[in-house]
Nanobody, 122 residues
């Protein structure tokens, strides 16, 4: 499956932004879809995952209550809705696809999008 992320940009603290990840090549419903983020000099960080088995989503603690993941299998697209953004959310955001039973780690993912930059100003 090929993934293409989009929707990043420059926003102010407190704003909202929705990232999209369009899958092609295979149906999205076959995969757990995760989001990660990375800042320069740091390792890529798990943000959350929407599991293929149903509306089950796990989010990293620092974004719980602010970020959600949703998918539209008919459109082969997964979304990361980010509300109440903070400057520390500034990063390149990646979507990724997994078939692993524990899709909470970078090494569990088999396909990655190209990343989209999110910058939050204070």
């Amino acid at each position: 499956v090929q993934l293409q992320a989009s929707g990043g940009g420059l926003v102010q603290a407190g704003d909202s932004l929705r990232l999209s990840c369009l899958a092609s090549g295979r149906a999205l419903r076959n995969y757990h879809m995760g989001w990660f983020r990375q800042v320069p000099g740091k390792e890529r960080e798990f943000v959350g995952v929407n599991k293929r088995s149903g509306p089950v989503t796990y989010m990293e603690d620092s974004v719980k209550g602010r970020f959600t993941i949703a998918r539209d299998n008919a459109k082969n697209t997964v979304y990361l809705q980010m509300n109440n953004l903070k400057p520390e959310d500034t990063a390149v955001y990646y979507c990724a696809a997994s078939v692993n039973t524990s899709p909470y780690y970078e090494h569990s993912y088999i396909s990655w999008g190209q990343g989209t930059q999110v910058t939050v100003s204070s």
